[in-house]
C-alpha cells in the first residue's frame, strides 16, 4: 500500500506524458542525450539503505557492465526536483542487486533493494508495483536514468558516479583543458560519543594543469541553518571563486565537514530546531570540531607534492568564514591570509541571545591579538543572520586586539537578504581580486 500511495503521487507531483513505444530503444526521451549530470534542486535528500555492501565485479564481467558497480547519485524531472541515489552492489554478466532511492519535497524518501537484469545496454529493474527503472551507461561514464510509472507515464534523469567530476560539472565555466578536478577522501581519526576510528572528509579539489608548487586557497562551507538544509547535500566553494583562483594559478580545495555532504561521521555542529536543541554549548563544540577537521585537511593538503605549504590562504562563507578567522589565530604560522564572507558563527540581532554577541567578541579579540593574516571580511547590510552594527562590533574586536582585516560592509537591495552575498559575484569579486592582487 505504501508503495502505491508512493507511485501515485509520483505520477500527479512529476511525470510527464509520452506515448507508449514497445521497442526499449525508443522509449528513452530525445532530449536525453542533452542532460547534463548536477546535483538535484530537491531540498529534501534521498539516502540509501544503511547496509549497503559493494561488491568488485568478477574478471568474467564486461567492462562496460562492471563499470556499473559503485554508488551513483544525480537527479530527475523537470528542474531537477526529484533527487536520486543508487548503489549497484552485485554485478554479473546477466544482471544486478541494486539498491533505489528517490526523494523530493512531494514525495516521501524511499529506499528498496531489488533485482535488475540486463536488457542489451540497459539495466533493468522492477519496483514492487511493477514500475520499471532503465539504466543505461553514457560513453563519457555518466548514467541515464528512466523510470516508466505506467504506459504513458514516465520521468527520466541522470546519475554520476560518487567519486567523479559532478563538482567539475557544477562550474562549468571552469576550463577543463586548464585545470583538473578531483575527489580526495582525507582521513580524520576521532574519539568521542559520536564516532570512534577513521573517517573520510570529502574534499573536492581544483588543481590548475601549470604545474610546480602551487598556493591553495581553501573554502570552507556554512552552516544547515539549524538543518533546514539537508547536511547531506555536497557544499562546493562558488564558482566564481574557483574561477578566479584559478586562473590566478591556485588550487582550490572545499573541503566538506563532519557529517555534511559525502563526508563521514556524524554531524555535531547543529542540532535540529527544538526544545531539545542546546544551540550554544552545540555550537561551542561544533566549533572546536570544525577546526579538528580543518587541522586534518591542512595536514593532507600540506603534504601533496604540487602545493607550496607556505601559502595556504583560507576563505569561507558564514560560519565557513567565521571559522578561518578563528582558525588563522590559533595557527598563524600556517596561513597567509583570510577571506570571510558574510561571517559569523550564531545569529547576532535583536531577539538573539546575548551570549552569542559576546562570544564572537571574545573569539574575535583573542583571533586578533595572535594572527599575522591579512584579511578582507565581506558582508552585505539586511543579513538575515547578523545586524549591521554587529558586523561593524565583529570587526572592531578583531582589530582592536590587533588583527588586521579590510571590511566592506555592501548595500542590500531591497528585500534582499544579505546573507546570500555570494550568489551575486559582481558585488564581491572586485573586492577579492584587489585583495588578492595586495597580498604577497
Not at 535528500?45 to 564486461?62: C, F, H, K, N, R
Not at 536488457?119 to 520499471?132: C, F, K, P, T
Not at 579538528?292 to 602545493?307: Q, T
Amino acid at each position: 500500500m505504501a508503495m502505491a500511495r508512493f507511485l501515485n503521487l509520483l505520477v500527479f507531483a512529476i511525470v510527464l506524458a509520452l506515448p507508449a513505444r514497445d521497442s526499449a530503444a525508443q522509449r528513452w526521451p530525445e532530449f536525453q542525450s542533452s542532460l547534463q549530470p548536477a546535483q538535484s534542486s530537491s531540498p529534501v535528500v534521498s539516502s540509501l539503505l544503511p547496509d549497503i555492501a559493494v561488491t568488485p565485479p568478477g574478471a568474467e564481467v564486461p567492462a562496460a557492465k562492471a563499470s556499473l558497480s559503485g554508488k551513483w547519485s544525480g537527479w530527475a524531472s523537470r528542474n531537477r526536483v526529484v533527487d536520486l541515489k543508487l548503489a549497484v552492489e552485485t554485478v554479473t554478466a546477466t544482471g544486478a542487486t541494486i539498491v533505489y532511492a528517490i526523494a523530493s519535497e512531494q514525495i516521501k524518501p524511499l529506499a528498496t533493494r531489488i533485482a535488475a537484469t540486463f536488457n542489451g545496454d540497459e539495466l533493468v529493474g522492477r519496483l514492487a508495483g511493477g514500475e520499471q527503472i532503465i539504466f543505461r551507461l553514457r560513453p563519457d561514464g555518466h548514467l541515464d536514468f528512466l523510470h516508466w510509472v505506467a504506459a504513458n507515464r514516465w520521468m527520466s534523469g541522470i546519475l554520476h558516479k560518487e567519486g567523479t567530476e559532478l563538482a567539475a560539472a557544477q562550474c562549468g565555466d571552469v576550463s577543463r583543458e586548464r585545470v583538473s578536478f578531483e575527489r580526495m577522501d582525507i582521513p580524520r581519526v576521532v574519539d568521542d560519543r559520536h564516532d570512534k576510528g577513521s573517517i573520510a572528509l570529502v574534499t573536492y579539489l581544483y588543481r590548475p594543469k601549470s604545474g610546480g608548487r602551487l598556493p591553495v586557497v581553501i573554502f570552507n562551507h556554512g552552516s544547515t541553518g539549524g538543518q533546514r538544509i539537508s547536511p547531506k547535500l555536497p557544499m562546493h566553494a562558488p564558482c566564481a571563486f574557483v574561477r578566479h583562483f584559478t586562473e590566478q594559478g591556485f588550487a582550490v580545495a572545499s573541503p566538506n565537514r563532519r557529517g555534511r555532504g559525502e563526508s563521514g561521521g556524524t554531524l555535531i555542529e547543529e542540532c535540529p530546531p527544538g526544545p531539545a536543541c542546546r544551540h550554544y554549548l552545540v555550537g561551542v563544540d561544533g566549533l572546536e570540531d570544525a577546526v579538528r577537521d580543518l587541522d586534518a585537511v591542512i595536514e593532507h593538503v600540506s603534504r601533496l607534492d604540487f602545493v607550496d605549504p607556505q601559502r595556504i590562504w583560507l576563505a569561507g562563507q558564514s560560519r565557513g568564514g567565521f571559522l578561518s578567522v578563528i582558525y588563522a589565530g590559533r595557527r598563524p604560522d600556517k596561513i597567509k591570509a583570510v577571506i570571510s564572507f558574510a561571517g559569523g558563527w550564531f545569529g547576532v540581532r535583536a531577539g538573539h541571545p546575548g551570549e552569542y554577541a559576546q562570544y564572537h567578541a571574545t573569539m574575535l579579540a583573542t583571533a586578533g591579538q595572535s594572527t599575522r593574516s591579512p584579511m578582507l571580511w565581506v558582508y552585505r547590510d539586511n543579513d538575515s543572520y547578523y545586524e549591521t552594527p554587529a558586523i561593524r562590533q565583529f570587526h572592531d574586536s578583531f582589530t582592536t586586539a590587533g588583527g588586521r582585516a579590510a571590511l566592506h560592509v555592501l548595500a542590500a537591495a531591497p528585500g534582499a537578504d544579505g546573507h546570500n552575498l555570494l550568489s551575486e559575484p559582481n558585488l564581491w569579486l572586485p573586492l577579492v581580486r584587489d585583495f588578492s592582487a595586495q597580498v604577497k
